[in-house]
């Protein structure tokens, strides 16, 4: 069995479809796509996530894989802000304990390595009019909390925690008791009881964490912050 509608997954389709103008009236086989590594796992499994795709292309006419080619080397800008908001909007949706496992993960690894394009899918999501406060408040916390890790690169941390500024107001209309709740169910997590997010957020932590390790970064030649760690200079979060 294929996992084909995850978002992770549905980006990936996204991105493939967009060649197949190219091939309309050709017979089927013309072009096959070979992918690899962690986004071929995350199809067969639903288990993993990754930041890019590996991929390879084949193509009976090599002047029609180079147009192939150049097709996926522009990004199609209006396809990738619908997946990036498809998945800001199962990242919170539901209380954040029942967040599917490679939502947690996607989410995390385009905040930390792709965080430019999550901003404003973030800032879109919150805009969203009569979205439920619950809602806004959810998102915040993912925001304010995943900002905080090394991974991070230092400049791109700096504007996520500016988006934060820019919504305090949510954190400050949360009610006495909803911070007590929140405190008593997140004892370990301050950012949770700051944004009144009443429900266990444990579980949505451990997920990720393995994506924010060097380990990970460099065997997957991601864009981090820890190169900075060294450095005395570095602003705190």
Sequence with gaps: MLHLETPLARAVRLLFDRALPLLEGRSPGTVRIYVFGGCALHILTNARGSADIDAELKASEQQLKEEIRAVYAAPDDQQVRQALDYLVVQATKMPLAKVAKTVAETFALLFWYRSEDMR??????????????????????????????????????????????????????????????????????????AWGVAEPVEHLMSTVLELQTRHFVDAHHLPNGYAQLSSKHVAPR
Excluded at 145 to 163: G, S, T, V, Y
């Design 120 to 193: 404003e899918a973030v800032e879109n999501r919150l805009k969203t009019p009569g979205l439920a406060p619950v809602r806004k408040r959810r998102l915040m916390y993912l925001v304010d909390r995943l900002r905080r890790f090394p991974c991070m690169k230092p400049e791109h941390a700096a504007k996520m925690k500016q988006l934060v500024s820019e919504w305090q107001n949510l954190s400050r209309s949360v009610s006495d008791k909803l911070v007590d709740r929140a405190q008593k169910l997140n004892r370990y997590d301050k950012v949770a009881a």
